[in-house]
């Protein structure tokens, strides 16, 4: 079922259109993650499920957040945004862009010891998870990094 976006430009309903659909077909995936990650007699295959169904419900979730902003931003309700905008950001930037930097120098240490710890954990490749999961902190403490990023790189030009 599609919502008609009042107000909405042609690329606001497009968006909001792909997102809503985008959302409904992967309710189905995560209910099969939660099946695998509740049934599955293998404790390590229950683990990955539960792993991943963690980030679906996620991505799921933040699909939702942007779709209802776009639809709320099309609509000039005035109401707050689940994605909200960069307006105001300017206000924090005494209070946070060196803090924001420590963020980022303590990330990017994290991401060396994480290496170092792949590297130590390579024998066991073949027979645990263990470099699966570091691999796997690498990528968030990446995000980690992309995020800081983007918000330091705001508050330096006065969003």
Same mark, same amino acid.
């Given at each position: 079922?599609?919502? +008609?976006?009042?107000?909405?430009?042609?690329?606001?309903?497009?968006?909001?259109?792909?997102?809503? %659909?985008?959302?409904?077909?992967?309710?189905?995936?995560? =209910? !099969?993650?939660?099946?695998?990650?509740?049934?599955?007699? %293998?404790? =390590?295959? +229950?683990?990955? %499920?539960?792993?991943?169904?963690?980030?679906?419900?996620?991505?799921?979730?933040?699909?939702?957040?942007? =779709?209802?902003?776009?639809?709320?931003? =099309?609509?000039?309700?005035?109401?707050?945004?689940?994605?909200?905008?960069?307006?105001?950001?300017?206000?924090?930037? !005494?209070?946070?862009?060196?803090?924001?930097?420590?963020?980022?120098?303590?990330? $990017?240490?994290?991401?060396?010891?994480?290496?170092?710890?792949?590297?130590?954990? $390579?024998?066991?490749?073949? +027979?645990?998870?263990?470099?699966?999961?570091?691999?796997?902190?690498?990528?968030?403490? $990446?995000?980690?990094?992309?995020?800081?990023?983007?918000?330091?790189?705001?508050?330096?030009?006065?969003?």
């Amino acid at each position: 079922m599609t919502t +008609t976006i009042r107000g909405a430009s042609v690329l606001e309903q497009e968006l909001y259109d792909y997102l809503s %659909a985008h959302i409904e077909n992967e309710s189905e995936i995560l =209910a !099969d993650y939660r099946e695998l990650a509740e049934h599955a007699d %293998a404790p =390590a295959l +229950t683990y990955i %499920a539960r792993l991943i169904l963690e980030d679906e419900e996620r991505h799921h979730a933040l699909l939702h957040d942007l =779709a209802e902003s776009i639809k709320r931003s =099309a609509e000039l309700r005035g109401e707050e945004q689940p994605v909200p905008s960069l307006h105001g950001l300017h206000h924090e930037k !005494d209070r946070f862009l060196a803090r924001t930097e420590r963020f980022l120098q303590m990330e $990017r240490e994290d991401l060396k010891h994480l290496k170092a710890l792949a590297k130590q954990l $390579r024998d066991y490749k073949d +027979t645990t998870m263990w470099s699966l999961l570091v691999e796997s902190m690498q990528d968030d403490t $990446r995000k980690h990094i992309r995020f800081l990023s983007f918000v330091r790189d705001r508050l330096r030009k006065g969003y």
